[in-house]
């Protein structure tokens, strides 16, 4: 199992200082619930998805609107159904299908989805996730939080490949074919599989407490860390422009 | 004592938490807004075994960061809050003292809990932040199923796991 987000490169997020990243994430997020004009959420998107694009990559801007393509299918599809009043643009038999104004809404759903989607993955795949927790020790996470998503994230791989060897073996057990059984027997099946592959991961528990304790944990001391994020310079600057890039936004859809 | 207690918390929550994860992302059905998962199956698990602190902040972290990985960071927030407080209601409901065994009634109570919880707290939260209330109420069927098949499965295999590794028992704070 990967769970490593992360698409190496070299373009100008990568050397945004993450704690402002992170600022400018949440920024963003924020500004697209703002009541801005139609075409301003869409340039703002267009220019989200274009530097995303020449960061990470066409390729991760096309997997992620892929993963994404269900949803704005569905909002597609319930368009009709959401803003029934307006000027008709498309009527069948009597029957307003469409209106303008529950086109624009669903546009303007669309886009804020698509935005937030991007913005969001954008910070993932463009900083280290040991990147980010260093990020939200500063924003003061505490140390116990952190550790904890450190360790879940080592543990992961491990308990994915125990729970795949596992659920194999039963596999290669049984005899009759999975596809022919009914549902009920196969959810039944699961349990067997689900129990062993949890005590395997139960009992790794009071190993990793004790290797917790002899590494120091819990003790008075001032923690010292493998990495920092002293690489990071003109920090200043790019929590300015963090704070910046909404606002402008936010006037260029007031003045123009 | 205290320091040997807390890394013994530590550890079982993280180990917890990556069990949420490998759960919610090894078995998936694509739908309209994401997947379909087993995620409550080890919700529902930690909150038979572990009690509801350790449920609240595994299943609202494990399944957070499986939105993470998966590469649907917007839900992320909204799953965090869902399930966390899924995991930890349904803890208090069957939460006992001593030995007793929880009764049947608590059982459905439990049961009928995280459905509520599942698929209205998704309902609420994606029509108010992410989409619209038409379109968020098309994955309230689909999260029923969910959170049911959750349940049951999650209460099979805690008594499954008791039997099968008794000092799990002692674990729970």
């Known amino acids: ?256 | 004592m205290q320091g040997n207690r807390n890394a013994l918390k530590v550890a079982m929550v993280s180990v917890l938490t990556a069990v949420v994860v490998v759960f919610t992302m090894v078995v998936r059905i694509p739908t309209a807004k994401g997947y379909l998962n087993l995620c409550d199956v080890a919700i529902c698990f930690i909150a038979f075994t572990f009690g509801p602190w350790s449920a609240f902040i595994a299943a609202g972290l494990g399944t957070a960061l499986a939105d993470l990985i998966s590469g649907y960071a917007q839900w992320a927030p909204i799953s965090f809050v869902v399930h966390g407080v899924e995991g930890l209601l349904v803890a208090l409901i069957v939460q006992k003292k001593g030995d007793a065994a929880v009764s049947l009634g608590r059982k459905a109570l439990a049961a009928f809990v995280c459905i509520a919880t599942v698929s209205l707290g998704y309902f609420a939260l994606s029509a108010l932040f992410i989409s619209t209330v038409s379109v968020a109420a098309a994955e309230i069927p689909g999260n029923i199923a969910q959170s049911a098949v959750g349940f049951a499965l999650g209460l099979a295999v805690s008594a499954a796991v008791k039997r099968a590794y008794p000092p799990v028992s002692s674990l729970a704070w």
């Open chain 1, 1 to 256: 199992m990967t769970t490593n987000t992360y698409i190496a490169g070299t373009g100008w997020l990568y050397r945004f200082d993450p704690r402002a990243k992170l600022l400018l994430m949440l920024l963003m997020c924020v500004w697209f619930f703002l009541p801005v004009s139609l075409l301003h959420l869409s340039i703002v998107v267009g220019l989200v998805i274009l530097s995303g694009s020449t960061n990470a990559g066409w390729h991760h801007a096309w997997r992620t609107f892929v993963s994404i393509s269900p949803m704005l299918l569905f909002m597609v599809l319930f368009m009709p159904f959401n803003v029934r009043d307006g000027s008709p643009l498309l009527s069948i038999g009597g029957f307003t299908v469409i209106t303008a104004e529950g086109l624009e809404q669903a546009l303007r759903l669309m886009s804020r989805f698509i935005g937030i989607t991007y913005v969001c993955t954008l910070l993932f795949a463009t900083t280290v996730m040991h990147e980010v927790m260093l990020a939200l020790r500063w924003y003061h996470l505490p140390y116990k939080a952190s550790l904890v998503v450190t360790l879940a994230f080592t543990y992961i791989p491990f308990i994915a490949d125990g729970f795949s060897q596992i659920s194999e073996s039963h596999r290669l057990r049984e005899a009759e074919d999975e596809k022919k059984k009914k549902f009920g027997q196969r959810l039944k099946d699961l349990v067997p599989t689900l129990t062993s592959a949890l005590v395997v991961a139960l009992r790794s528990i009071p190993n990793l407490a004790m290797s917790l304790e002899m590494r120091g944990f819990g003790r008075e001391e001032r923690r010292t860390s493998y990495h920092s994020l002293d690489a990071y310079h003109h920090v200043c600057i790019h929590f300015i422009l963090s704070c910046t890039i909404p606002v402008v936004f936010w006037f260029a859809n007031i003045f123009f």
